[in-house]
């Protein structure tokens, strides 16, 4: 197994505050770190309106982070935070696929 370069945008319950929300996020991130990947980069892009209405919510935080890590792991990642009522929405995308 050879590790890939991925994209993870997630979008988090616009109630939580900058701290709520980079706590929430570094909690997650460690999962890759402890399995031998590493963050690439994360951007906090703040508090903005959705597109459309999704769990009753019309507005979340949105972060962006890039990180290298193995299939698996990206796998468990998207599951937990899908697991997590804080997280609204997660799309991961994976940068280096042809």
Partial sequence: MSAHKYELMFI????????GLKKLTEQYLELVT?????????????RRKLAYEIAGKTEGNYVV???????????????????????IRTKILRKDAK
């Fill in 12 to 19: 988090a319950d616009p109630e939580l505050d900058e701290r």
């Fill in 34 to 46: 402890k399995e031998g990947g590493t963050i690439d980069g994360t951007d906090y892009w703040g």
């Fill in 65 to 87: 982070v890039n990180y290298t890590c193995e299939p698996a792991t990206s796998n468990e990642l998207d599951r937990v935070l899908n697991l997590n009522e804080s997280v």
